[in-house]
């Protein structure tokens, strides 16, 4: 599919129209980000993230009204756009899947006992489009935070094996003592995921603590 991407980082570019606007209407004074109007950058934000715009997920209506929005201001500020001939968008080529609710489930064992999980009621799943289609059968070990980090002396995988396994970590977290740009860094998604493939996991399972499920939305859906 292709979708329009307006270039420019919303928040950068709502703060950007803010300055902009005080340019225009008011002397320099030589301090940067002095003249950022509150108002104008409520105003841009509680249009941007109101409810009307569905969430703004890409290739959506939502999405495309935030994008002529931005691309409006812009073009009302003078400003001109990194795109061909001066255009403030680009055609950037996606990939969309979408999972099969009913062909799709997770299986956990301990002993006798099963559990079946289903997706979107127990499980989510994430990146299906890297592998559309597949099925794997193994242990699952907990390794925490999943975060190796040689640079703080820190590895939750030390000491534990686990090629061929599936391992289970907390999503969206890493140590509080990590330096705040570096706990950014290892609390991703795909480093988490990249540090259980180099240790030859073969699957990963992301848990939410109740902290973060309670301010996700997601009560009750634990990917």
Not at 22 to 39: D, I, L, M, N, Y
Not at 82 to 87: D, I, L
Not at 96 to 117: D, F, R
Not at 175 to 187: D, L, W
Request: aromatic share 10%; hydrophobic share 45%; charged share 15%.
């Amino acid at each position: 599919m292709g979708v329009r991407s307006c270039v420019a980082v919303a928040v950068a570019g709502v703060l950007a129209l803010s300055l902009g606007l005080w340019a225009c209407g008011s002397r320099h004074t030589g301090s940067f980000g002095a003249g950022v109007s509150p108002a104008a950058l409520r105003a841009h934000l509680e249009f941007l993230a109101d409810d009307a715009l569905e969430g703004r997920l890409t290739g959506t209506r939502g999405y495309d009204l935030a994008a002529k929005y931005m691309a409006t201001q812009f073009t009302s500020l003078g400003l001109k756009g990194g795109a061909q001939e001066g255009n403030y968008f680009q055609e950037v080529p996606l990939r969309l899947t979408h999972v099969v609710p009913e062909a799709t489930a997770v299986t956990l064992s301990a002993g006798a006992k099963t559990v079946q999980l289903g997706h979107p009621a127990d499980v989510l799943f994430f990146n299906t489009h890297q592998a559309p289609q597949g099925s794997v059968r193994a242990p699952v070990v907990f390794v925490g935070f999943g975060v190796s980090a040689p640079e703080f002396g820190y590895d939750d995988y030390q000491g534990l094996d686990v090629a061929g396994s599936i391992v289970a970590f907390l999503v969206f977290e890493a140590p509080a003592r990590f330096p705040s740009a570096e706990r950014g860094y290892y609390m991703d998604w795909s480093v988490k995921r990249q540090v259980a493939s180099d240790h030859g996991a073969v699957g990963v399972l992301g848990v939410m603590t109740a902290a973060l499920e309670a301010g996700s939305g997601l009560e009750g859906v634990r990917p």
